[in-house]
């Protein structure tokens, strides 16, 4: 049985706990895909004090925090109108031992009608080629764009897929 999560708008206190989820999530879904250099360094680019700041404060992006009996277990960054009618999904991570309770599809389902009541009518998001998250998405309605590879400094690339889902 599914277990109902509350999720709360993040601030600038929450970025210290996106973070830690970061760090703690990321070697979990990356680690036996990218070196260990490259996860250090998408981690510390990527979940800064100063980059969060960044991402609410100059692209507009909204954090939010998901919590199970009181514990933040994971988040969602996203950012409407990222593409005309179009809401991206930045970022989103759960605790590796809160997974597969259902809280990532409890998160989409929040974001799809924040979504909606925000005026677009679909979902986009980049996923890593190599991820198994690439099929939880699928299962949830996503399907394929295109693949796309994202340059880094240092010679570093991400090589994603773009998913798309309709809202309506």
Same mark, same amino acid.
């Given at each position: 049985m599914a277990k109902a999560v509350e999720i709360k708008?993040?601030?600038?206190?929450?970025?210290?706990?996106?973070?830690?989820?970061?760090?703690?999530?990321?070697?979990v879904a990356y680690g036996s895909i990218l070196s260990k250099e490259q996860l250090v360094y998408m981690l510390d680019l990527f979940y800064c004090n100063q980059a969060l700041t960044h991402d609410v404060t100059q692209k507009n992006h909204l954090y939010y925090m998901v919590f199970l009996e009181g514990n933040a277990v994971g988040f969602i960054g996203i950012q409407h109108y990222y593409l005309p009618y179009t809401t991206k999904i930045h970022k989103l991570y759960i605790l590796p031992q809160y997974q597969? $309770? +259902?809280?990532?599809?409890?998160?989409?389902?929040?974001v799809s009608q924040i979504a909606l009541?925000?005026?677009?009518?679909?979902?986009? $998001? +980049?996923?890593?080629r190599y991820n198994s998250a690439k099929m939880f998405y699928e299962m949830y309605g996503f399907s394929v764009l295109k693949s796309e590879d994202i340059v880094l400094d240092f010679g570093y690339v991400m090589e994603d897929y773009v998913l798309v889902k309709s809202l309506v």
């Open positions: 708008l993040a601030t600038a206190a929450d970025f210290f706990t996106i973070e830690s989820i970061a760090r703690q999530t990321w070697p597969r $309770l +259902n809280i990532g599809k409890q998160l989409l389902d929040f009541d925000s005026g677009c009518n679909s979902l986009n $998001l +980049n996923v890593n």
